[in-house]
């Protein structure tokens, strides 16, 4: 398919690999269906993964979903259980799941450059039971997501090389970008109180309210 604004596209994968080579045998050979003694260790220390997910017409979405590190259960060397935090209740990632049962994941710990990916089959689960342990502040997720792990693999730094993205240095403080009321207004319009909505905002966060 081309693009509205080229008609550079690389419309095949045989056009692809022309382009940009194929992997290494090494590389390929990291990818397996199940974790490991030494990967489990990065789903046991992440505090944070990205949730990518698909509806039935192939649109994409990915979210970020954070805890106390291992926060994501192993279960078993193929399955993992992400606790459901609240959140907006848009629920993209869980209209997807229920859509196509299919999730991508990128497990990210401070601090590494190296990261951990897993894509697999994804079930919602009110098992209570299972979603127990996921007990944060005294309160237990009424919902899990239940991955079927179906590919498992570290991924290289270079992303985070490249972008320098642990360095300290280069950290921006939150003023240099728009407000969230901001944004809305611009969407909303001028009578939007933008002040008042990060005001409230930072309060419901500085008393934890709806963290869990």
């Known amino acids: 398919m081309t693009h509205r604004l080229t008609d550079h596209t690389i419309t095949d994968e045989a056009a692809l690999r022309a382009l940009i080579g194929e992997p290494s045998p090494i590389v390929c050979a990291k990818m397996t269906d199940r974790l490991n003694a030494l990967t489990r260790r990065w789903i046991e220390l992440a505090p944070f993964v990205c949730l990518a997910t698909t509806d039935r017409d192939g649109r994409c ?26 959140g907006n209740r848009i629920a993209d990632s869980l209209r997807n799941i229920i859509a196509t049962g299919r999730v991508g994941m990128l497990f990210i710990v401070p601090g590494v450059s190296d990261t951990m990916r897993v894509n697999g089959r994804a079930t919602l689960t009110t098992d209570a039971q299972l979603l127990e342990p996921c007990t944060v502040e005294g309160k237990a997720p009424k919902l899990g997501i239940l991955v079927d792990i179906e590919e498992a693999y570290t991924q290289c730094s270079k992303a985070f090389i ?19 009321g901001e944004i809305l207004r611009a969407l909303e319009g001028e009578d939007f109180d933008a002040e ?6 930072a309060g419901r966060y500085a008393r934890r309210e709806g963290f869990y």
């Open 61 to 86: 979405d990915v979210s970020p979903r954070g805890d106390p590190r291992g926060f994501v259960r192993i279960l078993d060397d193929s399955t993992l259980l992400v606790p459901e935090r609240p």
């Open 162 to 180: 490249r972008s320098d993205f642990w360095n300290h240095e280069l950290h921006l403080d939150r003023s240099a970008l728009p407000s969230n």
């Open 196 to 201: 008042r909505y990060d005001d409230e905002r």
